[in-house]
T-cell receptor, first 114, second 114 residues
């Protein structure tokens, strides 16, 4: 069975600092991996997705993630945090080729201070 | 292009009642998925409909059901409501339902069961 573990339910950084949100997955075969962001009172928005084309995936708003099969990880990074990055971030996995039926991690709330 | 529309935005019901939630996908999208979001369990996949057929199903009891109409609009029904059904219910749509497409989420319906 697939599962996703996000280490750290809450991460705090200063504006301009590196953002690192951790995600590890459990799967017998390489899955499709995603990062979504949820702003208060809004639905989820796709940041980026891994579909085996390249291990380093670039997404929107300056975020990127690297797929490491040996570590079963898909950590999300951004070189310089901005106040507008404050939100909840979810890592998700699926074996469904259509990219549906997502299994989500518990989420990590990112706080950015000035 | 209009986004995914969910109605109503808020709903209050009492235990034992039933409820129907509605989701209108982005025009042209044929896949509609439903997710339940709670503080304790996080985001959990309920089911997915594609061209009026249930294509994938999560691990929820039979009290949770759905359907999709020929215009791709979808409804989700929960019968015999329990306190634990209080949650934000999110709907997501995608295009043809193949090739690992991006999911577009609505803002959700907040259901409170008293």
């Amino acid at each position: 069975a697939q599962s996703v573990t996000q280490l750290g339910s809450h991460v705090s950084v200063s504006e301009g600092a590196l953002v690192l949100l951790r995600c590890n997955y459990s799967s017998s075969v390489p899955p499709y991996l995603f990062w979504y962001v949820q702003y208060p009172n809004q639905g989820l928005q796709l940041l980026l997705k891994y579909t085996s084309a390249a291990t380093l995936v670039k997404g929107i708003n300056g975020f990127e993630a690297e797929f490491k099969k040996s570590e079963t990880s898909f950590h999300l990074t951004k070189p310089s945090a901005h106040m507008s990055d404050a939100a909840e971030y979810f890592c998700a996995v699926t074996h469904n080729q259509a990219g549906t039926a997502l299994i989500f991690g518990k989420g990590t709330t990112l706080s950015v201070s000035s | 292009k209009a986004g995914v529309t969910q109605t109503p935005r808020y709903l209050i019901k009492t235990r034992g009642q039933q409820v129907t939630l509605s989701c209108s996908p982005i025009s042209g999208h044929r896949s509609v998925s439903w997710y339940q979001q709670t503080p304790g369990q996080g985001l959990q996949f309920l089911f997915e409909y594609f061209s009026e057929t249930q294509r994938n199903k999560g691990n929820f009891p039979g009290r949770f059901s759905g359907r999709q109409f020929s215009n791709s609009r979808s409804e989700m029904n929960v019968s015999t409501l329990e306190l634990g059904d209080s949650a934000l219910y999110l709907c997501a749509s995608s295009g043809t339902g193949t090739g690992n497409e991006k999911l577009f989420f609505g803002s959700g319906t907040q259901l409170s069961v008293l």
